[in-house]
């Protein structure tokens, strides 16, 4: 597994980025700056660092900058996070800074025959009922085997061709620590948008095995894309990490926060005249424990009890009025 430094942006905005990295390998937390944090990031933040700190890992920052960014966004999710007591180590990675690693990846995979050029539109896909060596709802593989003409008559219709892999399987299994053995769909996922932009399912794997990371925690919103990444690393010869998808924090009506669910922000909350101290305690509550830092919470941290059910947020917010069960 290629454990070349990272390329890096900037420093840590905590100081005390100090870990014991005595396994040699690492988890991280990879935000995308679209916005800010609500408290459903945080939390699954809050789960990666614990889960990190406390099985002697590093933990590592990696901003996921390549497409819907937000000025400003990145740096004030920093602040967040080192605002609630999570620290890292070394400095925050950046994929933007990363484009010729993923440019390498998929080389090695047209190299060895496992990528083609797709020229179909997003509505194309949709209208495409089944796919002929996939499951349902797969990429139909419309473009799989087209022709050299085939393809010049479609550029010569001005259609920009995306880069996708040529999947020789339609499931892979992987073991996550929290729903077991998990086999899902793969089909042949896009590796290189139309716009030159990679693709996030080719990103993430080359880079957390450039970064050493051998410990994924993340929402189990990403449960079923999984398997996909799985089996693109080990067509990269790369090890697969080890995965724990964590329930996410929902609102009334099961759905995934958003802004429009209320104070749902570490700022919100502030405004509100919280501080991230309390934004801690109620994540902590919410996972089974009291305290009102990370330090406290990593002290009685165990990942067994990790809830299995999603938290659902009170619609009256984040806190109850003090006295109230």
């Known amino acids: 597994m290629p454990t070349s430094p990272p390329t890096s942006h900037g420093a840590p905005a ?3 980025a100090t870990g014991d990295g005595s396994r040699g390998g690492a988890g991280r937390y990879a935000p995308s700056p679209s916005g800010e944090l609500h408290v459903g990031n945080l939390r699954t933040a ?13 933990f590592l920052l990696r901003v996921d900058d390549l497409d819907r960014v937000r000025p400003g966004a990145a740096q004030r999710q920093l602040d967040d996070l080192a605002a609630i007591g999570i620290d890292w180590d070394g400095p925050v990675v950046y994929q933007s800074e990363r484009l010729s690693r993923y440019a390498a990846a998929v080389a ?29 709802g797969a990429y139909p593989g419309t473009c799989r085997d087209l022709s050299e003409a085939d393809r010049a008559a479609r550029r010569a219709e001005g259609r920009v061709g995306a880069v996708r892999l040529r999947a020789d399987v339609t499931e892979y299994e992987f073991t996550d620590l929290l729903h077991g053995r998990y086999r899902g769909a793969v089909d042949d996922l896009v590796l290189r948008r139309g716009d030159g932009i990679p693709a996030y399912n080719l990103t993430v794997v080359v880079d957390d095995a450039a970064q050493g990371v051998d410990q994924v925690v993340r929402g189990d919103d990403l449960l079923a894309s999984t398997p996909r990444q799985a089996y693109l ?26 802004k429009r ?22 994540i902590a509550d919410s996972l089974g424990y009291s305290a009102r830092t990370t330090a406290e919470l990593r002290e009685v941290f165990d990942p067994a009890r990790i809830p299995e059910k999603p938290w659902i947020l009170e619609p009256i917010g984040l806190f109850r009025p003090e006295g109230c069960p």
């Open 108 to 136: 090695q995979l047209t190299a060895a025959g496992r990528t083609y050029e797709c020229f179909c539109t997003r509505r194309e896909i949709q209208q495409a009922a089944t796919a002929p060596h996939g499951p349902m």
């Open 233 to 258: 690393a080990h067509l990269l010869g790369l090890a697969v990490p080890t995965y724990a998808h964590v329930p996410l924090v929902l609102n009334q009506e099961g759905k995934r926060l958003a």
């Open 14 to 16: 905590s100081s005390g």
């Open 261 to 282: 669910d209320g104070a749902v922000s570490l700022s919100d909350q502030r405004a509100l005249g919280n501080t991230p101290e309390d934004v801690v305690a109620a």
């Open 46 to 58: 809050v789960l990666a660092w614990l889960f990190a700190r406390t099985s002697g890992r590093k």
